[in-house]
């Protein structure tokens, strides 16, 4: 009976460093962002429907990262148009805004960052594929682009609309 205890007693100790390990993993994936946006439908006013696919070894991981590869891509990838829907650019045109600005970047995407203000996932939305040893999992993400440009501008990141060209 002791043994038995003892055995569920280290289960239960490593079922938190387990979870801290998929996160970690899960945060090495996301900074390579290994991921596909693509436009998801029309939205609102201010707002990109947009669905991301997102690759992990881990389903459940791989679906809380879909917001953040969805900010990503819409600040440095944008996406095609197709299915009535119309190409974005990505907000910042500077292609080597990401590493110029790398310590910024590093705050607004770490877990729990300021990229969670800007987007949220649709309910009922997911897909997931196996690939190989890993997951492809699609999440439709709405993602707040005029607020977004904003705090990017705010930031000195990016241009604003008005300065010119």
């Known amino acids: 009976m002791k043994k038995i205890l003892l055995s569920l007693l280290v289960v239960v100790m490593c079922?938190?460093?387990c979870r801290s390990l998929r996160q970690k993993q899960a945060n090495a994936d996301t900074k390579q962002f290994?991921?596909?946006i693509e436009c998801g439908g029309n939205?609102?006013?201010g707002t990109y429907l947009v669905k991301v696919w997102t690759y992990s070894k881990?389903?459940?991981v791989a679906e809380n990262q879909c917001r953040k590869n969805a900010v990503h891509g819409v600040i440095f990838k944008g996406y095609g148009g197709g299915q009535g829907c119309v190409s974005q650019r990505p907000l910042a045109s500077d292609?080597?805004?990401e590493t110029q600005f790398k310590t910024y970047f590093d705050s607004f995407f770490a877990d729990g960052g300021e990229f969670q203000?800007?987007?949220s996932i649709m309910g009922g939305t997911t897909e997931t594929v196996r690939v190989g040893r890993e997951y492809k999992v699609g999440v439709l993400v709405s993602v707040r682009k005029?607020?977004?440009r904003k705090a990017l501008e705010a930031a000195g990141i990016i241009r604003g609309l008005n300065s010119g060209f």
């Open 34 to 36: 290994r991921y596909e």
């Open 146 to 148: 005029d607020d977004l």
């Open 95 to 97: 292609p080597g805004a």
């Open 43 to 45: 939205a609102i006013q």
């Open 58 to 60: 881990h389903p459940g």
């Open 15 to 17: 079922l938190p460093s």
């Open 117 to 119: 203000k800007y987007a």
